[in-house]
C-alpha cells in the first residue's frame, strides 16, 4: 500500500500563499484520483480538491479560483497550492487516495 507524507504547511498571514506537498512511497501513476482534505477545529474532515490521472480537477467552492492541486507522476507527489488565504482556511491538511492510508497530515494556519 502507497503511503503518503505532506508538507509544506506552516502560519501565514491572511491573503498569503503556501504550497503543500504529499510525497508517495511508491508509484501514483495507476492512482486514478488523488485527492486533498481538511480538517478544521472542531470540524468534520471534508474533500476540497480532487485530481485525476488524466488531469481532470475538481473542488469544493470554499477554494474554488484559489486553490490549485496537480500531480506529478513522475516524482510520486501531489501539490496543493493555495492563494488568497483567509482565517477559514485554517486547518490540518491531508492528501489520500481511494483505499489508502491517512497520513499525519501538515497544518495550515492563517493568522494575522
Known amino acids: 500500500q502507497v503511503r503518503l507524507v505532506e508538507s509544506g504547511g506552516g502560519l501565514v498571514q491572511p491573503g498569503g500563499s503556501l504550497r503543500l506537498s504529499c510525497a508517495a512511497s511508491?508509484?501514483?501513476?495507476?492512482?486514478?484520483?488523488m485527492s486533498w482534505y481538511r480538517q478544521a477545529p472542531g470540524k468534520q474532515r471534508e474533500l476540497i480538491a480532487s485530481?485525476?490521472?488524466?488531469?481532470?480537477?475538481n473542488y469544493v467552492d470554499s477554494v474554488k479560483g484559489r486553490f490549485t492541486i496537480s500531480r506529478d507522476n513522475a516524482k510520486n507527489t501531489v501539490y496543493l497550492q493555495m492563494n488568497t488565504l483567509k482565517p477559514e482556511d485554517t486547518a490540518v491538511y491531508y492528501c489520500?487516495?481511494?483505499?489508502?492510508?491517512w497520513g499525519q497530515g501538515t497544518q495550515v494556519t492563517v493568522s494575522s
Open positions: 489520500k487516495y481511494a483505499g489508502g492510508p
Open positions: 511508491g508509484s501514483i501513476f495507476s492512482i486514478y484520483v
Open positions: 485530481i485525476t490521472s488524466g488531469g481532470i480537477t
